[in-house]
């Protein structure tokens, strides 16, 4: 069994942020309802191309929906109608966790909000995922991945040193608030156990991409010094970048001292390592400029293969520089099973990449593809009207 399997997770979210935190909790067991506009659901739905086609439909959802919404139900509801807030107050007082991201504000006038809710359910945890929480200054604006990676300062911190700012290449900032979001409901949980009293879990975009500046904010804290672009050089370790080969790059990640002397010697110029300008993590850094040249010097009449092998050999951190074709080739990424195939309603496949999750050798995924919209529309509607589970299974109370 796994271990959230008792809890009831109602979405009231879209896009990433709060999508990514409801399938995180559905692979730990959570039983998760997704409520979904009617016309069109989730954003991302539409999301694409590429498309992957619906079940016993002509429609389709983007695979940007399919990322992040795995082991959910769906039903399509309307907050604007009677009929629509009535069922979604129901579900809220049977649930134990409500995630939504809706403007600061925005839910109070269909009785949605956290102290609407918290009066009808005390023990429900309730979190709430802005780009920029719920109090301060910029709380009432709307928040996007993009515009928080700029004003969180990653973009600052990432690109060529001559290049422009550059954004990471997933939503950086989205997927950190899902997962910052299911550690706070994961606490809240743990604190309700032992006292019966819910929360309100407030969850910001630009909050969590200051968070997990880590070294680089505690560089500048520290020092005064605002860091600036380094390309793919680290700006505490040296040598731990990308180095040519003949036939391509490679990242050689040389840790600690020890690393680097066996890393000059394989290469063939031990006596770098016993320089004074070099002997220490610290006069490295400082000496980078010098460094780093004489060792590319050295990388570059090797192959990728034979020099990835020889720093493998001698117990030296060094990787290769994959697509995402290579990615999911990588003998030991197929060896842990990260990508899976969930079985849909008809039988048909759904590609999907597990949580990393293990717990007792298990891995925590949910068993089920991410649903068409209002999917189980038809089964958490008769729930309701007959005083069910609605997050039950539907065999279980036919």
């Known amino acids: 069994m796994k271990p959230l399997s008792h809890i009831r997770v109602l979405e009231l979210a879209r896009i ?21 506009r009617p016309d069109g659901g989730d954003d991302t739905r539409s999301w694409g191309p590429p498309f992957v086609a619906d079940v016993g439909s002509e429609t389709r959802s983007a695979a940007y929906f399919h990322a ?9 509801l309307d907050f604007d109608t009677p009929d629509g807030r009535a069922a979604v107050v129901k579900l809220a007082q049977q649930a134990d966790v409500i995630i939504e991201n809706f403007k600061v504000g925005s839910l109070t006038k269909y009785g949605l909000d956290y102290a609407s809710i918290q009066a009808i359910n005390p023990g429900i945890v309730y979190c709430s995922i802005t780009g920029f929480g719920q109090t301060g ?13 700029g004003m969180g300062g ?3 911190l990432t690109g060529m040193p001559d290049g422009e700012p550059q954004k990471i290449g997933v939503a950086f900032a989205d997927i950190f608030t899902g997962v910052y979001a299911t550690s706070g409901i994961l606490a809240a949980l743990i604190r309700r156990g032992s006292n019966g009293v819910g929360a309100h879990v407030d969850l910001a975009l630009l909050d969590t991409q200051v968070s997990v500046l880590a070294n680089q904010a505690m560089n ?65 850094v400082q000496n980078r400029e010098i460094l780093v040249p004489l060792l590319a010097s050295m990388t570059s009449q090797r192959t990728a293969r034979d020099l990835l092998s020889a720093l493998e050999a001698a117990g030296i951190p ?21 990508r899976i195939d969930l079985t849909r309603l008809d039988g048909s496949t759904v590609p999907s990449v597990r949580s990393p999750i293990i717990l007792d050798g298990e891995a925590c995924v949910a068993s089920d593809p991410s649903p068409c919209l209002g999917q189980d529309d038809h089964d958490i509607r008769r729930a309701l009207a007959k005083g069910l589970d609605p997050w039950a299974t539907a065999n279980e109370f036919q």
């Open 16 to 36: 990433l942020a709060g999508p990514w935190a409801g399938q995180l909790l559905a692979d730990l067991g959570a039983h998760v309802i997704k409520v979904e």
């Open 68 to 76: 992040t919404n795995r082991g959910k139900k769906s039903i399509a």
């Open 137 to 149: 200054p910029y709380a009432a604006r709307a928040g996007y991945d993009f515009i928080v990676q």
């Open 154 to 156: 990653i973009m600052d």
């Open 220 to 284: 500048y804290l520290v020092s005064g010094d605002a860091p600036t672009r380094m390309g793919n050089a680290h700006p505490n370790i040296v040598p731990y970048q990308l180095f040519p080969t003949s036939d391509g790059q490679i990242i050689v990640a040389s840790g600690n001292d020890a690393q680097f002397v066996r890393l000059c010697r394989l290469l063939g110029v031990p006596h770098i390592a016993a320089e004074d300008r070099f002997s220490t993590n610290a006069s490295r």
């Open 318 to 338: 060094a990787g290769p520089v994959n697509n995402l074709k290579e990615v999911f080739r990588d003998p030991h990424v197929v060896a842990r099973e990260m």
